[in-house]
């Protein structure tokens, strides 16, 4: 279970700082990843691992808050109650999702991996900021394999396939000030 997390963690800064355009090389992918939950069901016939109540994980500097995540395994034989990553075919978070790492941060309501596809998507009143810059919309999606990602805001933009709701896509771009 840790080593999803792991992944889970990874690309959820991905997309973060796709948009920023941050330098992931510092990022120390080895250390430890805590859980803390009120609860944990493992429903080994419907091959899912859900987590509930005040989720919230870490892995240095990185954490993720929300209020349920759900790990789903790939249909076939699964030999423990904790398969590796290569075993997950999607990861869930729901209800007030935050994830921070010392510079940034990104929210939504709910938020999901699609392993396979290589693709996450966080909706719901998704607000992205790196340091004074912000970004608003109703839904990110970034797709690893090809590096693109699409913040929608209107109805003109698709999230899941389905039109996005909600206002327009909103930045705020402060510029550095240079010392005089």
Not at 36 to 61: C, H, R, Y
Not at 65 to 76: C, E, H, L, P, R
Request: charged share 20%; net charge positive; aromatic share 8%.
């Amino acid at each position: 279970m840790m080593k999803t997390m792991y992944v889970f963690f990874v690309l959820f800064l991905m997309s973060t700082t796709a948009v920023f355009a941050q330098d992931m090389s510092n990022y120390d992918t080895n250390k430890p990843i805590q859980i803390d939950a009120n609860s944990l069901e493992v429903l080994q016939n419907d091959k899912k691992a859900i987590f509930s109540g005040n989720v919230v994980t870490t892995q240095g500097d990185v954490r993720l808050k929300a209020d349920s995540m759900t790990v789903y395994y790939k249909q076939g034989e699964t030999k423990s109650a904790t398969p590796d990553n290569s075993k997950i075919s999607k990861i869930e978070v729901n209800g007030n999702v935050f994830l921070a790492t010392p510079k940034d941060s990104a929210k939504g309501e709910k938020g999901v991996y699609l392993v396979d596809q290589k693709v996450i998507r966080l909706t719901g009143g998704v607000v992205l900021t790196s340091g004074k810059n912000v970004l608003k919309g109703n839904g990110l999606e970034y797709n690893m394999a090809t590096g693109k990602s699409v913040l929608a805001g209107g109805a003109s933009a698709t999230v899941e396939g389905k039109p996005a709701t909600g206002g327009r896509v909103r930045a705020l771009f402060v510029p550095e000030q240079s010392p005089k």
